[in-house]
């Protein structure tokens, strides 16, 4: 069974950049789509960009002048970055797999079927 | 404020049968697929509903989803103390380009 795991620094000063790494366990990331979510303490889900294992990626409008993500399949894992931070970053952090739908064959980017436990991410000098 | 608009809590006793709505527009829910989440407080969501009306392996057939226009739902039936949990819609936008989500719905098993 895939599993991933988030993990980086969780606190992390305003102005800086925030920097979580996702391994991928016990599978293959070959022909799926990787996406990083957030959720703020006591509030809703917010995607913020997903990247194929081709290494195409598409983020949220809302953060795509400071997001990057990147894969390293040699290593099985997934990378994002969030430059000029502020508290309103603060939140917790999921990467999830897109789903594959058995069904028909399709690996979505639409929807996401694994998630990492989440990290936990403060911006605070 | 969320792209898709969730009642914020709903309730029910054991047994019975719960529904939760979900509403979007055009460029959302009435162009694209509907999936629905289910996350325990404290754990990352769980995939409970895809394209639509869908169930991935596991999931008991207790929940069903659908959608009409640009609405959704989510129904629970034989409402059990473990399906207390918050739900979301969710699904692709085509101006954001991206999937969003609902405000979520905190189900309350009385």
């Known amino acids: 069974q895939v599993q991933l795991q988030e993990s980086g620094p969780g606190l992390v000063k305003p102005s800086e950049t925030l920097s979580l790494t996702c391994t991928v366990s016990?599978?293959?990331?070959?022909?799926?789509?990787w996406s990083w979510m957030r959720q703020p303490a006591g509030k809703g889900l917010e995607w913020i960009g997903y990247?194929?294992?081709?290494?195409?990626?598409n983020y949220n409008p809302s953060l795509k002048s400071r997001v990057t993500i990147s894969i390293d399949t040699s290593k099985i894992q997934l990378s994002l970055k969030l430059t000029s931070v502020t508290a309103a970053d603060t939140a917790v952090y999921y990467c999830?797999?897109?789903?594959?739908?058995?069904?028909?064959?399709?690996?979505?980017?639409?929807?996401?079927?694994?998630w990492g436990q989440g990290t936990m991410v403060t911006v605070s000098s | 404020q969320s792209v898709l608009t969730q009642p914020p809590s709903a309730s029910g006793t054991p047994g019975q049968r719960v529904t939760i709505s979900c509403s979007g527009s055009?460029?959302?829910?009435?162009?694209?697929?509907v999936y629905w989440y289910q996350q325990v407080p404290g754990t990352a969501p769980k995939l409970l509903i895809y394209?639509?009306?869908q169930r991935p392996s596991g999931v008991p057939d207790r929940f069903s989803g659908s959608k009409s226009g640009t609405s959704a739902s989510l129904a629970i039936s034989g409402l059990r103390s473990e399906d207390e949990a918050d739900y979301y819609c969710?699904?692709?936008?085509?101006?954001?380009?991206?999937?969003?989500f609902g405000g979520g719905t905190k189900l309350t098993v009385l």
């Open positions: 969710a699904g692709w936008d085509d101006s954001v380009s991206g999937p969003v």
């Open positions: 999830a797999r897109g789903f594959h739908d058995i069904l028909t064959g399709y690996y979505r980017h639409d929807s996401f079927d694994i």
């Open positions: 055009s460029s959302n829910i009435g162009s694209n697929y």
């Open positions: 990247i194929h294992y081709s290494g195409s990626t």
């Open positions: 394209t639509n009306d």
């Open positions: 016990s599978g293959s990331m070959s022909s799926y789509y």
